[in-house]
């Protein structure tokens, strides 16, 4: 008993493609976003350890 997929209409191709459209674009932002918040994370933490706290190198 071979069952034959079920075919797939160019109309659930481009939805598919949509969805996965969509799904790149989100991580791309969520990353971008985590980067961003990263970054300000570091800027904070440089400002609060003031101009004197620089690190030496060995």
């Given amino acids: 008993m071979s069952k034959t997929p079920p075919s797939i209409t160019p109309e659930t191709l481009a939805q598919q493609q949509a969805r996965?459209?969509?799904l790149a674009a989100a991580l791309r932002d969520n990353l971008k976003r985590r980067k961003q918040q990263k970054r300000g994370r570091d800027d904070a933490a440089d400002e609060?350890?003031?101009p004197d706290a620089t690190p030496s190198s060995p």
């Fill in 20 to 22: 996965a459209d969509r």
């Fill in 48 to 50: 609060a350890l003031g």
